[in-house]
């Protein structure tokens, strides 16, 4: 086997360069051996490209020659330096280099939050929009969680409540599509695989208010090793146990790819410290929070969907100037001057040039409209609250314990079909449920009665931008009705202090539920794809 040396040779000022031999060893790595752009490929060894790249701050080679030269022929010598580097120094940086993918299959749906709260990963979910959560196993076994702490008496009454209300889960689906079936308007001609396909998500969305908070689930993460080490400590640091487990679980799994990356993870003075530190600040804040707060009594008003601006930080002034400041070589506070100055019609001018013509939802305004942030208070229904979660640039997405003193939702097609008194009496199920397990000493655990169609309560900071992207993309007419009407209040309600910043969101849809409103994207699928 060639050395790392006979791939690379020196210039007379020291620099290294790739030899012929050393082009033709590293070329199956990258897409070009000479180019100064080039992308690593699937048989590059991630470790080996994440080693050289720790090396690049005190390194003034060509990232393609440290490969050759110092990893390419020899393994111990990456993960020694990646050692070195990510324990001895701690230089968690270097844990941003390292790409992981990682599948948590099976957990509840109460844990798929907890999976996906952090912000720096990319996380890919069964939709509850799309499919049946009512298939059992080869146990004859529905698609539940049970927590492994109930006693026996308590785990016998959980599944046999769990197991009534997916039966009647089961039941309404299949007689809610043959409603949305026979009251279709679409003609007969027409009722191909793409009417067919958007009358079984419609009944979906009608009945997935019934699925339990501990439905079973299956997550994709794809992340940067510091990102999967941020939610493994963020799981080991839950009350729940389930999480606990997951965390675990996750630690194992990635440390049988990449070891090095999480030594220090569980590290009784490193990765136990933040992991205790997150725990008891939790429990002490939700402690001092029952002294200082007197218990509520929920009211009818306080029941139901709502959202509320409790906040705003920024105006559209400073948006203005921030656009010239960004567009000019003015010193800021000399802009703040002249924008005092200008009329009402010239700030228009500004904020409608810098948006420009948006030809679709995907043609943003630029980084200016960060400048302004908004403060809401969201109650909505747990389903829609998972599809909202899923946003990463936001500021404090956290949320309350799920309970259901807040009421729950009945979407109107469940009524116009009839449906209602077999849904109502799985939400009854369900609350009694909570109260058992109230009653037992399983606080933390009775989140696991509660159904998608529980309200629960949430804050969010969000900037303008990221609302301009989320607003028009919620509230498209193949989104859920529940979070459609998240993103069309707050709309109304950005529209009342900053006029133009809404007016800048000309993709958001205010329009009313339509009839099969995805009919028309399974019919774009349906062209593109050749589906039947």
Same mark, same amino acid.
């Given at each position: 086997?060639s ?6 040779g ?26 100064p ?6 048989? &590059? ?8 790249? &720790? ?17 390419? /022929?020899d !393994?111990?010598?990456?993960i020694? #330096?990646l050692?070195?580097? %990510?324990?001895?120094f701690?230089?968690? !940086?270097?844990m ?7 599948? %948590?299959?099976?957990?509840s749906?109460?844990a ?7 912000r720096? &990963? &990319? ?6 929009r799309? $499919? ?19 006693d026996?008496?308590?785990?016998? $009454? ?13 039941? #309404? ?40 908070? !501990? ?9 940067s090793?510091?990102?999967?080490n ?23 799994? %990635?440390?049988a790819?990449?070891?090095?990356f ?44 709502? %959202?509320k ?13 921030k656009?010239?400041?960004d ?12 924008v005092?100055?200008?009329g009402?019609?010239?700030?228009e ?8 013509d948006?030809?679709?939802r ?9 400048f ?5 208070e ?5 389903g ?6 899923r946003?990463?640039?936001?500021d404090? #997405?956290?949320?309350q ?5 807040l ?29 058992e ?13 509660? $159904? ?8 969010v ?11 028009? #993309? ?7 009705? +529940?979070?459609?009407?998240v ?5 109304? $309600? ?5 006029p ?11 329009? /009313? ?7 028309? +994207?399974?019919?774009?699928n ?7």
């Open positions: 086997m050395s790392g040396y006979e791939l690379v020196k210039t007379s000022e020291g620099l290294l360069y790739l030899t012929d031999e050393g082009k033709k060893r590293i070329e199956s790595w990258v897409t070009d051996v000479e180019a752009v080039y992308a690593f490929s699937e048989d &590059a060894d991630p470790q080996a490209v994440a080693a050289a790249m &720790a090396r690049l701050s005190r390194n003034s080679n060509d990232l393609r020659t440290i490969i050759a030269s110092e990893f390419i /022929e !393994s111990d010598k990456e020694g #330096l050692r070195r580097v %990510v324990n001895q701690g230089d968690d !940086s270097v941003q280099l390292y790409p992981l993918q990682v599948v %948590v299959e099976g957990m749906n109460l798929t939050k907890e999976v996906e709260w952090g720096l &990963a &990319a996380y890919l979910e069964q939709s509850t799309y $499919l049946r959560f009512d298939k059992k196993d080869e146990n004859g076994r529905y698609a539940y969680y049970t927590p492994a702490e109930f026996d008496e308590t785990t016998e $009454l959980y599944e046999k409540t769990n197991n009534e209300i997916f039966d009647i889960y089961s039941s #309404l689906y299949e007689k809610l599509k043959q409603y949305i079936m026979d009251n279709s308007s679409t003609p007969e001609e027409e009722r191909d695989g793409a009417w067919r396909t958007a009358c079984h998500a419609q009944a979906c969305d009608g009945v997935r208010s019934l699925l339990p908070a !501990s439905t079973k689930a299956t997550v994709g993460i794809v992340g090793a510091q990102a999967v941020n939610m493994i400590q963020h799981l080991r640091s839950h009350e729940l146990p389930e999480m606990n487990k997951i965390g675990g679980q996750v630690l194992d799994a %990635v440390r790819v990449a070891p090095v999480f030594e220090r993870t569980d590290m009784p003075t490193r990765g136990d410290l933040i992991v205790h530190h997150r725990s008891e600040t939790r429990d002490q804040s939700k402690e001092l929070a029952k002294q200082i707060l007197p218990e509520v009594e929920v009211s009818k008003e306080d029941m139901g969907p709502g %959202v601006l409790v906040g705003v930080d920024g105006t559209e002034d400073e948006l203005v100037v656009i010239l400041a567009s000019s070589d003015y010193p800021y506070e000399k802009i703040i001057e002249v005092e100055q200008l009402t019609e010239k700030k001018e500004i904020l409608k040039t810098y948006i420009g948006r030809y679709n995907r043609a943003k305004p630029g980084r200016a409209f960060e302004i942030h908004y403060t809401f969201v109650q909505c229904d747990y829609a609250f998972r599809d909202i979660q946003h990463r640039i936001v404090g #997405l956290d949320w314990s799920l309970d259901i003193r009421g729950h939702v009945t979407p109107d097609i469940i009524v116009d079909a009839g449906l209602d008194q077999a849904y109502q009496s799985a939400f009854k199920k369900s609350q009694e449920l909570y109260g397990l109230k009653k037992r000493g399983y606080d933390d655990q009775a989140q696991y009665a509660t $159904l998608f169609g529980h309200m629960m309560r949430f804050t900071k969000i900037n303008a931008r990221s609302l301009v992207h989320t607003a028009e #993309l919620r509230t498209s007419p193949q989104g859920h009705p +529940a979070y459609r009407k993103y069309q209040d707050m709309h109304k $309600l950005v529209a009342e202090v900053h133009n910043v809404a007016e800048a969101m000309k993709f958001v849809s205010q329009s /009313e539920d339509e009839e099969l409103a995805r009919l028309g +994207a399974e019919k774009y349906q062209q593109k794809y050749g589906n039947k």
